[in-house]
């Protein structure tokens, strides 16, 4: 049996509780990023291989133990090579470094603008040179998402890089079934739209949602971001993202009073929603890709090159942000849908899917698709399972509504408490062998109890409104 470690949050098999699942932040800041690691994880399961998730942490101790145990560390990635990854891509990079197994990246992209102006990256350009250097020397090539990235490495390079899109893509392998299942929409649409904090605030995405909003009474907001989903869940409006109330995720935001908005954390959640919508619009390329998966079709409003590169290697419908938001009709879902060309997207898909299985057939990797079931095995075992529905805004102030939460929150304190009583002994048992030591300004259990109990006060206080 071979073994191969991915990186991600969490294993598509670990059914969470929602409160263990934000509290942990399974889905690493963002759940996007579940669904290309889902995917790979489906892709690399083989009747001879087992997949396991190393929970996203990078641990640079554990490099001797992955060699001893694992036969390749599989490393799914989004928009890496970017500034305020820099840090995390350095430490990613110390780990590959202390590895002797094969190391395969897929699909990492290079973030910039629209213009594919790649001078904001030039500071860190030692820290992504010596990232690729370590995998090549590891595996045949380096798989990125699309034609900035593959130009970007190539600049500094590196020849060995094949551009592959993302893993999410293949998540039912060559088959992709989208198709538009109305003629087009009407005021009576179901239409889920999508978009980041920045998008937002900066870019224009606030009034083209508010104008959506406004005409199309059955619009759902999905958002994706760890502070999107506590402040939906717990109020929570400590993270700096709050400050953005135009989000329909935030509890000022009409959406957000009418039930409108939703996070999810699992992909078979997300995707399954989908089905039951006409049209998904927004920013978030992943937000798009689960409608495209779910068979609904989708534009995607490029606001920056780690969408604009995807969207044109996989022929997604799309149209730059920018220019959406200089023209109120532009962006309108009706418009959007009936300009939306799928037969690239379609047509094309298999060429792409024999592309994606050629370059994990150079790096030594088995797909299901090719040496599997297919998926079958996955697929059965993701049915047997019951994951929570997405996530809604806190609207309620019922004991029902109330209960999971105060039953985390008691649970989190009787733990902390137990991990606090077992600290003063080891403090107390230090003390007498290295002498008297300060006591510390305030306990474990404390500082927990401030923390646990500060969204709970604001949720509860907004009840009362």
Not at 51 to 80: C, K
Not at 216 to 237: K, T, V
Not at 360 to 383: P, Q, V, Y
Request: charged share 25%; with cysteine; net charge positive.
């Amino acid at each position: 049996m071979k073994r191969i470690l991915l990186r991600s949050g969490k294993s598509p098999y670990d059914v969470l509780p929602i409160e263990e699942a934000l509290h942990r932040d399974v889905i690493a800041t963002n759940s996007g990023n579940l669904i290309f690691s889902d995917a790979a994880h489906k892709i690399l399961q083989t009747p001879d291989t087992e997949v396991v998730s190393n929970g996203i942490g990078t641990d640079l101790t554990a490099a001797a133990r992955i060699n001893e145990e694992y036969d390749a560390f599989v490393v799914p990635l989004a928009n890496a090579f970017r500034p305020s990854f820099e840090a995390r891509l350095k430490r990613l990079t110390r780990l590959i470094s202390k590895l002797r197994i094969p190391v395969v990246v897929l699909g990492v992209g290079a973030q910039t603008g629209v213009t594919y102006d790649p001078a904001r990256l030039k500071p860190m350009e030692r820290s992504v040179r010596e990232f690729c250097a370590a995998v090549l020397e590891r595996s045949s090539s380096i798989g990125v998402r699309g034609e900035f990235t593959e130009q970007y490495l190539r600049d500094m390079g590196f020849r060995d890089v094949e551009i592959i899109g993302c893993p999410s893509m293949f998540l039912y392998g060559a088959e992709l079934d989208v198709r538009k299942r109305v003629p087009a929409l009407t005021a009576e649409s179901r239409i889920a739209v999508n978009g980041s904090h920045s998008a937002v605030q900066k870019q224009g995405l606030a009034r083209i949602i508010g104008r959506t909003h406004a005409r199309y009474p059955h619009l759902r907001f999905i958002g994706q971001n760890l502070s999107d989903a506590r402040q939906l869940h717990w109020r929570d409006l400590s993270d700096p993202n709050s400050l953005v109330t135009a989000m329909p995720t935030h509890p000022d935001h009409p959406m957000y009073r009418e039930d409108k908005v939703r996070v999810y954390i699992d992909p078979v959640t997300w995707i399954d929603d989908l089905r039951d919508f006409d049209f998904s619009f927004g920013s978030r390329i992943h937000g798009n890709i689960a409608a495209l998966l779910a068979g609904t079709p989708a534009t995607v409003l490029c606001g920056d090159s780690r969408t604009l590169e995807l969207c044109r290697y996989f022929e997604i419908p799309h149209l730059r942000l920018d220019e959406a938001a200089k023209d109120p009709q532009a962006a309108d879902p009706a418009r959007l849908y009936e300009e939306a060309d799928l037969g690239g997207l379609v047509g094309n898909h298999r060429e792409r899917f024999d592309r994606f299985t050629g370059f994990l057939d150079k790096n030594g990797l088995r797909n299901t698709f090719t040496h599997g079931d297919g998926g079958a095995a996955f697929e059965e075992r993701m049915r047997s399972l019951s994951f929570p529905p997405g996530i809604r805004p806190w609207n309620d102030t019922d004991l029902a509504s109330l209960s999971s939460r105060f039953g985390w929150l008691h649970t989190q304190v009787g733990e902390l408490t137990q991990a606090n009583a077992k600290l003063r002994k080891e403090l107390a048992r230090s003390r007498k062998e290295q002498g008297a030591l300060p006591a510390p300004a305030a306990s474990v259990y404390r500082r927990a109890r401030r923390v646990v109990g500060r969204p709970l006060r604001r949720a509860l206080q907004s009840g009362k409104q």
